[in-house]
């Protein structure tokens, strides 16, 4: 009798991913953390760090589309893009499908991650083989911010949970070095996490952001492979308000998830989220 092979996360102590494994790729330990890529039935290729699901063939689009280009069309000139983290390639993928973004900056801390995308997810990894608009730094994106000053038109946050390397990218001084980061027309997002396990982290993100950007908004998004299903992302902005933006005049990149629609009405919260952001 052939035995299944199932993996499991545990999104929170009382709650579990389960898929059917079909094949183990890769294991290892990084400097920083432990990756994996597993061939499951139902998702397809699985990117895992330290047990847990970064992204899937199957549902990538949604994440990497909707943390992408709500900001890319907010902002009516992107022309410089910084992502910090998203070392599988899929959100900088995303970036230089605008014609305005002149050049997109990658700062990922561990490259076995960029490694094991473009080995294991080409096409999720498509523009991190040698994009003449792409640069890839590998470093801390922490560091990285203190050091700009008024550089990027966009900074993207695509960092893992708030553990290991990525717990700084959750902290208001990251954010304020963002802020300085940007030029005076700049914007932000970051992945904030699911409304129905996170609530007190995304409310202590939206304060946080909120006392330095004039323009906070958060949204949501549809990710099955994320603890809940519901994933929510934070924008701030130094000027444009993304719900402002006139859905006739947001172009529609080549997309699966993201329209002009849906950019509109990801902003439109249930009541429970819109609770969460209600200042207490
Ligand atoms: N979509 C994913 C999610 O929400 O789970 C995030 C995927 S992306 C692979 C996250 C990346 O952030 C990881 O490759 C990790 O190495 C990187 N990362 C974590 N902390 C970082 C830091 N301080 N600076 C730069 N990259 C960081």
């Given at each position: 009798?052939?035995?299944?092979?199932?993996?499991?996360?545990?999104?929170?102590?009382?709650?579990?991913?389960?898929?059917?494994?079909?094949?183990?790729?890769?294991?290892?330990?990084?400097?920083?953390?432990?990756?994996?890529?597993?061939?499951?039935?139902?998702?397809?290729?699985?990117?895992l760090?330290?047990?847990?699901?970064?992204?899937?063939?199957?549902?990538?689009?949604?994440?990497?589309?909707?943390?992408s280009h709500v900001?890319?069309?907010?902002?009516?000139?992107?022309?410089?893009?910084?992502?910090i983290?998203?070392?599988?390639?899929?959100?900088?993928?995303?970036?230089?499908?605008?014609?305005?973004?002149?050049k997109?900056v990658?700062?990922?801390?561990?490259?076995?991650?960029?490694?094991?995308?473009?080995?294991?997810?080409?096409?999720?990894?498509?523009?991190?083989?040698?994009?003449?608009?792409?640069?890839?730094?590998?470093?801390?994106?922490i560091?990285?911010?203190?050091?700009?000053?008024?550089?990027f038109?966009?900074?993207?946050?695509?960092?893992?949970?708030?553990?290991?390397?990525?717990?700084?990218?959750?902290?208001?001084?990251?954010y304020?070095?963002?802020?300085?980061?940007?030029?005076?027309e700049?914007?932000?997002?970051?992945?904030?996490?699911?409304?129905?396990?996170?609530?007190?982290?995304?409310?202590?993100?939206?304060?946080?952001?909120?006392?330095?950007?004039?323009?906070t908004?958060?949204?949501?998004?549809?990710?099955?492979?994320?603890?809940?299903?519901?994933?929510s992302?934070?924008?701030?902005?130094k000027?444009?308000?993304?719900?402002?933006?006139?859905?006739?005049?947001?172009?529609?990149?080549?997309?699966?998830?993201?329209?002009?629609?849906?950019?509109?009405?990801?902003f439109v919260?249930p009541?429970?989220?819109?609770?969460?952001?209600?200042?207490?």
């Amino acid at each position: 009798m052939k035995t299944e092979l199932w993996y499991t996360e545990k999104q929170t102590p009382n709650l579990a991913l389960s898929c059917k494994i079909s094949n183990i790729l890769h294991t290892e330990k990084t400097p920083y953390q432990e990756l994996s890529v597993i061939d499951t039935v139902e998702w397809g290729r699985m990117l895992l760090l330290d047990g847990v699901v970064m992204t899937t063939e199957k549902d990538e689009f949604v994440y990497h589309e909707m943390i992408s280009h709500v900001a890319l069309n907010t902002h009516p000139n992107p022309q410089k893009v910084l992502v910090i983290g998203g070392g599988d390639g899929g959100t900088i993928r995303e970036c230089v499908k605008h014609a305005q973004v002149e050049k997109a900056v990658l700062c990922e801390i561990d490259e076995r991650v960029i490694w094991a995308s473009k080995e294991y997810f080409p096409g999720i990894a498509a523009a991190l083989f040698g994009h003449p608009k792409v640069e890839i730094r590998v470093g801390d994106g922490i560091k990285f911010v203190q050091e700009c000053n008024a550089e990027f038109d966009v900074i993207i946050i695509d960092s893992t949970d708030p553990v290991g390397p990525g717990v700084g990218l959750f902290q208001p001084e990251f954010y304020q070095n963002v802020h300085k980061a940007l030029k005076p027309e700049g914007i932000m997002v970051a992945q904030t996490e699911s409304p129905f396990v996170n609530a007190g982290l995304i409310r202590r993100l939206f304060r946080d952001i909120s006392g330095i950007f004039p323009v906070t908004k958060l949204y949501l998004a549809t990710v099955p492979t994320y603890p809940t299903g519901l994933w929510s992302f934070t924008l701030g902005s130094k000027v444009y308000d993304p719900t402002d933006v006139a859905v006739s005049r947001i172009p529609e990149p080549d997309t699966k998830y993201y329209s002009s629609l849906v950019h509109r009405n990801a902003f439109v919260l249930p009541k429970f989220v819109q609770a969460i952001l209600e200042p207490r």
